[in-house]
């Protein structure tokens, strides 16, 4: 006989449900307690929709902008927003502007640690504010484009178009950073003291989107999602999505990095709630993106999933003073789990060391809340992805025979 | 005339590195100097934790010095601000406060500031990402 799961939902029986405001929407948080109490058959027939949540630096984004056409016209060539200087080959007043550039006369770690006042991220998150941008434009000119030179400034409200387009997102889990050296470091990590004195994380665990969907049953291209506190989606997988072959907890959750998504939103819907600029001390900038996306419950596999708690996902413990910047496949130091992080205490080599995020649970919460109430105003609904992500066959088997 | 004392963190330019700015501070201003800590490397800028006692008269005419040879000053404890309502509670001020005054509450996820812990070091003002700490001396 075929095992086959108890609960068998389609996406469209949930969205008929959704549409009659009929629809039981919990978050990822939630979801832990209603598996504990009534167990993941029950929670599957009677959760249609989980909403996940994260809100990190994530350097890998950035944005499209259509600033509109001159007169006479210019292909421009070498573009700078704010003196940061954005890419501009593209078509004549297409650009992308990347979260990690910096204007030219940023002294970088000359002075070091840099401070990185301003980069991609800013300008982006000013966009977004509703801030006037200065944009400064050349070009060799054409006899089609025949200008050469520009200055004029530029708002997201009389620009054609800003895309938010971010290569790879939302990192499925996340190393621990130490510092095994004798001086103080400064990494995308955060500042690490020398000798093992502290740890930094990043990931929203139990919250996190990929955490929840760990082999990408229902997470695809054209998965409606929550971006930077506007509609967005997922245009495909991230750039280093590599969830094949590595070690999983007993709910199928990835034991480092594993899968990423490649996402896309249109700015002008944006807020710098969820968007924001980061400069981080002897790093450079980067960009604070918050994203939500929900979690069709098809079956009690997902239910499963989704009941993960922090004290069941690991993370890998990296010193990054010299085993991550070699570059060297080095084995981990330690595993540790979400729950001893988020207590603020971790043991590496039976010593306690103070741990402290740098991604933010308090908004990943908010994330995860403002899209329950979405999918609850019917304004949002769950799409069915038109092809899922490259994903290894999930080890969790939990189908019967009936 | 009422003697006081100030503890200021200096930052000496590139060109004063050998110039002799303790001395002068000692003979032509008659203060007496403790020196904290002190960092002057050959030709390159340098810092100073200084404790100054004397006249306030004469502090600031010393002050006045050392402005006029370009040296940046600051007091030594800061007067911290954090921006609340701006803040992502992302966490990347905790670990770099030697006193924990920023802490995370395990229940709402805040990041919460204690001032009272604080003594004012500032090394927490570069490792906020959204620049929301800062002091009004620095
Ligand atoms: S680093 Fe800045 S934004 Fe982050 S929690 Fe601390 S004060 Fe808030
Ligand atoms: S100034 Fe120093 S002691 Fe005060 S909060 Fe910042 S890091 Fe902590």
Redesign the interface.
């Known amino acids: 006989m075929k095992k086959k799961f108890a609960v068998n939902k389609t996406y469209e029986e949930i969205n008929e449900k959704i549409k009659k405001g009929d629809a039981v929407i919990v978050t990822a948080e939630e979801m832990i307690n209603i598996v504990d109490e009534i167990g993941i058959v029950k929670a599957a027939e009677e959760v249609d929709v989980v909403t996940t949540g994260t809100f990190g630096a994530m350097c890998s984004s950035g944005a499209f902008l259509n600033v509109g056409h001159t007169k006479p016209k210019m292909k421009m060539e070498e573009i700078y927003l704010n003196e940061v200087s954005v890419y501009g080959g593209l078509a004549a007043v297409d650009l992308y502007i990347g979260a990690t550039a910096l204007p030219e006369n940023d002294p970088r770690n000359e002075v070091y640690p840099g401070k990185f006042e301003y980069g991609g991220a800013h300008v982006i998150e000013e966009l977004i504010a509703g801030e006037d941008i200065e944009l400064e434009a050349y070009a060799y000119g054409t006899d089609c484009y025949p200008r050469r030179e520009i200055r004029k400034t530029i708002n997201i409200n009389n620009i054609r178009d800003a895309t938010l387009f971010n290569p790879r997102n939302c990192y499925q889990n996340y190393n621990v950073a130490v510092n095994r050296s004798s001086r103080t470091i400064y990494t995308y990590m955060g500042v690490l003291k020398p000798n093992f004195s502290n740890a930094t994380y990043s990931s929203a665990g139990q919250l996190s989107p990929l955490l929840n969907d760990p082999y990408f049953e229902t997470i695809g291209i054209g998965t409606r999602i929550f971006l930077g506190g506007g509609i967005g989606y997922i245009a495909f997988q991230g750039t280093q999505h590599a969830p094949f072959g590595i070690g999983r907890t007993v709910k199928g959750q990835p034991k480092s990095g594993s899968g990423t998504i490649m996402t896309v939103g249109d700015m002008k819907q944006m807020s710098t709630e969820f968007i924001r600029a980061a400069s981080i001390v002897g790093y450079g900038v980067s960009l604070f993106v918050g994203i939500g996306i929900p979690i069709p419950v098809l079956n009690e596999r997902i239910a499963y999933y989704t009941s993960v708690k922090d004290s069941e996902i690991l993370a890998p413990v990296y010193d990054y003073s010299s085993d991550y910047p070699s570059g060297e496949v080095i084995e981990p130091i330690a595993y540790v789990n979400y729950e001893q992080l988020r207590k603020g205490v971790i043991e590496i080599k039976e010593k306690k060391v103070p741990a402290s995020p740098l991604s933010s649970y308090y908004k990943a919460r908010e994330i995860a809340e403002i899209l329950k109430e979405w999918i609850k105003e019917g304004k949002f609904d769950v799409s069915k992805p038109a092809e899922t992500l490259p994903a290894p066959e999930s080890e969790v088997k939990i189908e019967r025979e009936y | 005339m009422k003697e006081s004392s100030i503890r200021i963190v200096l930052t000496l330019p590139k060109e004063t590195w050998d110039n002799p700015v303790i001395c002068k501070l000692i003979k032509d201003y008659d203060l007496v100097v403790n020196i904290l800590r002190a960092e002057i490397l050959p030709k390159m800028?340098g810092s100073a934790v200084l404790e100054l006692k004397g006249t306030s008269d004469k502090l600031q005419k010393a002050i006045n010095f050392l402005k006029s040879i370009n040296v940046k000053i600051r007091p030594l404890e800061l007067d911290i601000i954090r921006e609340d309502e701006k803040c992502?509670?992302?966490?990347?001020c905790?670990?770099?406060c030697p006193t924990n005054a920023f802490h995370?509450n395990?229940e709402?996820?805040?990041?919460e500031f204690d001032k009272l812990k604080c003594v004012g070091c500032g090394?927490c003002i570069?490792?906020c990402?959204?620049?929301i700490i800062y002091s009004p001396d620095f």
């Not at chain 2, 992502?88 to 990347?92: L, N, P, R």
């Open positions: 800028e992502v509670h992302c966490g990347a905790i670990a770099p995370l395990a709402t996820f805040r990041v090394h570069a490792a990402p959204t620049r």
